[in-house]
Every structure is written in C-alpha cells, then in structure tokens.
T-cell receptor, first 111, second 111 residues
Framework: EDQVTQSPEALRLQEGESSSLNCSYT??????LFWYRQDPGKGPEFLFT???AGEEKEKERLKATLTKKESFLHITAPKPEDSATYLC????????????FGGGTRLMVKP | DTAVSQTPKYLVTQMGNDKSIKCEQN?????MYWYKQDSKKFLKIMFS???????INETVPNRFSPKSPDKAHLNLHINSLELGDSAVYFC??????????FGPGTRLTVL
C-alpha cells in the first residue's frame, strides 16, 4: 500500500528560527509530490508540486525539495503568520490521480 | 470568484437520515474529488471522478455515492448516516494529473 509519512507531528519555533519539515513516501511509482498549507477551519491551500528528484521550488520564506525517497519543506526566518498545518501528499502511478496524504505537521511560530 | 465552493458549510443531522453536500468548481477542470478529514485531521480520498471514470476508494461504505450533473459539479450523497460519518468533507478539482485545488470544507455532525 502506498504510504506518506510526515515528521515531526508538531513543531514550535521562535520567529526567525529556520527549520525543515520532512515527508517520506513509498519509493515505487511516484507521479507527483504536493505540499499544502491548512489553516484551522479552512481547506488545504496549494503551495508546491514537485515531479522529479532534484527539483526545488520556492515561494517567499518556503522552499520545497524532492529526493528519491523524501521531500523537505524548508522554512527560512518564519513569522507568526506562517503558523498552520503543512500537509504533504503524493500521487502514484497505480492510483489514478488520487492523492495519499501524510498526517501533517502542525507548525507554531511564536513572536 | 471562488474557485471551488461547497454548501453547506455546516450540517447537523440525526443518525439514519440521508443528506447531500454540493460542490461546484469554476476552474474548468475535468476531474473532481471528495476527501474526508477525520477528528485527527487525517485527509483520506473517497472518490475520484471525471466524465469517463469513477474511482472509488475501497474503504468507502456504499452508503456514500457521488453524483455529477455536469463537469462543474460533484455532489456527495450519504444514506443512513452513522455517528462515525461525523467529519469534515472536502471537495477538490484538477485537470487530470495536475494539482488539486480544495474547497472550504463541510463539517458534518451526526447526532
């Protein structure tokens, strides 16, 4: 069964303290790796899509990278407004276009 | 100009009732989805549907059925509601194989 695992489950940072979130996935048959941000009471908001190992994408303080077995979401000098749950999801070639989500990382950034 | 919208936002009902949740997208996508987010915030795919194919997650009870009047709409019908159906349900859409965009969610509470 295709699986996606995120770590840590929760992360507390001081404002300006950079860190990384991890997403590991079943190695065989990855079609795409997606990062979303979810705020309380809202739907997941799309951040990045990565398709091949070595690919990197950036948006403001966020940078997503992909290797053959995991993806990282690097947060540089975070601000309190970056506090949210970050979700990683993968689509696999044997599962149509359905996404398998990880359990998420709840990020809290204190001023 | 909401991209993916759902109604209602909240739904409270009694066990045994039948209910529907509506979803509309104005992105011109050809594929729509339903996801369930449980109390532990874990997102799980229920259905993937385009005008050619319905893919059902095998774990979804047959009390749940998607119905699509046209390409821009995918409604979720639930028969004989049970306590365990309480969750937040998200609709999403995409062009097949591309990034999925999510609606704001419908919180279903079964009493």
């Amino acid at each position: 069964e295709d699986q996606v695992t995120q770590s840590p489950e929760a992360l507390r940072l001081q404002e300006g303290e950079s860190s990384s979130l991890n997403c590991s996935y079943t190695v065989s048959g990855l079609r795409g790796l997606f990062w979303y941000r979810q705020d309380p009471g809202k739907g997941p908001e799309f951040l990045f899509t990565l398709y091949s190992a070595g690919e990197e994408k950036e948006k403001e303080r966020l940078k997503a990278t992909l290797t053959k077995k995991e993806s990282f979401l690097h947060i540089t000098a975070p601000k309190p407004e970056d506090s949210a749950t970050y979700l990683c999801a993968a689509s696999f070639v044997n599962a149509g276009n359905m996404l398998t989500f990880g359990g998420g990382t709840r990020l809290m950034v204190k001023p | 100009d909401t991209a993916v919208s759902q109604t209602p936002k909240y739904l409270v009902t009694q066990m045994g009732n039948d209910k529907s949740i509506k979803c509309e997208q104005n992105l011109g996508h050809d594929t729509m989805y339903w996801y369930k987010q449980d109390s532990k915030k874990f997102l799980k795919i229920m259905f993937s549907y385009n005008n050619k194919e319905l893919i059902i997650n095998e774990t979804v009870p047959n009390r749940f059925s998607p119905k699509s009047p046209d390409k821009a709409h995918l409604n979720l019908h639930i028969n004989s509601l049970e306590l365990g159906d309480s969750a937040v349900y998200f609709c999403a859409s995409s062009s097949f194989g591309d990034t999925q965009y999510f609606g704001p969610g419908t919180r279903l509470t079964v009493l």
